[in-house]
């Protein structure tokens, strides 16, 4: 597992047990599974705007085709919301942490795991190879923050995850 699965994973078992968890930009959703096989009471949807659904057959996650800056889902639907290696490929990212806020209930907490222009990638030249190289727009702690405050959130932390090339970090916000 890879030290931000880790870190996430860490992250969800801190608070209550999720009833119900949305895990925008899943990929192939192998973090998803994870996250199922942990959890197994609880109601798991996963997102990403390739379809999902041909990497696994399982039948206690939902795997849906769509835009994280436009989630398809009723406000206050979710308890719990994560995103993976993901942030950096939204395309609005205020608009998509907005649609978190917007389905997390009162109480919630998104928790995001990705790389940010902090240390050494906040140096331009490497911090530009790094996002050409993953075919990503990096964000650094300052812009999120903001980002996270103008949707509402509030008890935000951002901190490096540890034995991640310091180049990844965990950020976590709660809904009042």
């Known amino acids: 597992m890879r030290a931000v699965h880790q870190a996430i994973l860490n992250e969800v078992?801190?608070?209550?047990?999720?009833?119900?968890?949305?895990?925008?930009g899943c990929g192939k959703g192998g973090?998803?599974?994870?996250?199922?096989?942990?959890?197994?009471?609880?109601?798991?949807?996963?997102?990403?705007?390739?379809?999902?659904k041909q990497f696994s057959h399982r039948q206690d996650i939902t795997f849906i085709k769509g835009s994280t800056e436009d989630l398809p889902f009723d406000s206050e639907a979710f308890d719990?919301?994560?995103t993976a290696l993901s942030l950096h490929h939204w395309q609005n990212?205020?608009?998509?942490?907005?649609?978190?806020?917007?389905?997390?209930?009162?109480?919630?907490r998104l928790i995001i795991g990705d790389p940010l222009l902090e240390g050494w990638m906040s140096n331009k030249l490497l911090g530009r190879l790094a996002q050409v190289v993953d075919r990503g727009?990096?964000?650094?702690?300052?812009?999120?923050?903001?980002?996270?405050?103008m949707a509402g959130f509030e008890s935000i932390e951002i901190s490096l995850i540890p034995n991640?090339?310091?180049?990844?970090?965990?950020?976590?916000?709660?809904?009042?």
């Open 13 to 24: 078992l801190k608070s209550p047990w999720p009833q119900a968890l949305l895990d925008i």
């Open 31 to 52: 973090f998803t599974q994870l996250l199922a096989d942990t959890f197994p009471d609880t109601d798991i949807v996963a997102i990403d705007i390739v379809d999902s």
């Open 80 to 82: 719990t919301v994560i």
């Open 93 to 108: 990212k205020d608009k998509g942490i907005c649609e978190a806020y917007r389905v997390l209930r009162k109480g919630g």
């Open 137 to 149: 727009v990096f964000t650094d702690a300052q812009r999120l923050t903001g980002y996270l405050k």
């Open 164 to 176: 991640s090339m310091n180049s990844l970090y965990l950020a976590t916000a709660t809904k009042t």
